[in-house]
């Protein structure tokens, strides 16, 4: 062989050599953060006149539990068990988890086992020391203490094997559609705080689910995406963030059923289905 073709050859395997290791770090989700980030902004809603409202009550759906922002030992989680179960949620997660378990049961022909859902602060102490600060978070940190999250598996297929499953791969690509989202994505742990868990599901509820799971993002970049007192449209539904608990909303929505959730970092989340 000849200093040319060897040359020649030499920067033919590099080339390789380089693309597979790149395919991989984009695989893995690695390089995600050093690609351009995609600015999320939903359209914004048009309306005229306005009405004064206060909200009477609160949903807990967008609570935003991470490594910066923290509920107190005595939130309270609005625990109930799930169907006939002693499996503890909060209440407003436990008919849309049922949809979801049911579907599978029904059309996948496997059972989804929750083992993890609501864990008290001192259980997160627990926990903490057990696992350590790497993979698990700091009591009053963990979003399993709003009952609002499951770690969920099936036989076989427990932790990372879950998204080997066929149940998996369904709940990681549609649970958007039963009001959950996948708190983890692969390759976010720059925003989120912790590496892909593609067992860890999180109720928010409609529309934000679609919105989360169908745009690739995470619930920080979700309520990061709003700016205050502006209303957005997705779909059959308007959407706001709001600073205090006496505000201006759409004059024609007045009469509408208005959710509102307390999204934790001192803001409020209002939502309503105008059609
Ligand atoms: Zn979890």
């Known amino acids: 062989m000849n200093t040319k073709s060897r040359v020649l050859m030499i920067i033919t395997i590099a080339v390789v050599l380089i693309t597979l290791a790149l395919g991989y770090l984009y695989y893995t989700g690695a390089l995600k953060k050093y690609l351009p980030k995609k600015e999320f902004k939903l359209e914004e809603y048009q309306y005229t006149d306005t009405v004064i409202y206060s909200p009477k009550e609160y949903v807990p759906n967008l609570v935003l539990v991470n490594n910066e922002w923290g509920i107190d030992r005595d939130y309270d989680s609005q625990l109930e068990y799930y169907r006939d179960t002693d499996v503890l949620m909060n209440k407003y997660a436990i008919e849309p988890y049922g949809q979801l378990s049911d579907y599978i049961k029904e059309n996948l022909n496997d059972k989804m086992f929750v083992s993890s859902t609501y864990r008290s602060y001192e259980d997160q102490e627990r926990v903490l020391g057990e696992e350590g600060e790497e993979v698990a978070a ?10 609002l999250a499951m770690d969920v598996y099936v036989k076989y297929h427990a932790g990372m094997g879950f998204i080997d499953s066929e149940v998996g791969k369904y709940v990681n690509s549609h649970c958007g559609e039963y009001g959950f989202i996948i708190r983890y994505p692969q390759g976010r742990k720059d925003v989120t705080g912790f590496d892909y868990e593609p067992w860890h599901i999180r109720y928010v509820g409609h529309p934000h689910s679609d919105i989360i799971m169908s745009n690739d993002l995470t619930l920080e970049e979700y309520l990061g995406s709003f700016e205050w007192f502006k209303w957005y449209q997705y779909g ?21 059923e208005i959710f509102c959730s307390d999204d934790n970092r001192g803001d409020i989340i209002c939502w309503c289905k105008i059609k």
């Open 236 to 256: 059959d539904y308007i959407i706001s963030l709001q600073k205090k608990s006496l505000f201006e909303i759409p004059a024609e929505i007045a009469d509408k």
């Open 138 to 147: 700091k009591p009053g940190h963990s979003e399993h203490q709003t009952g």
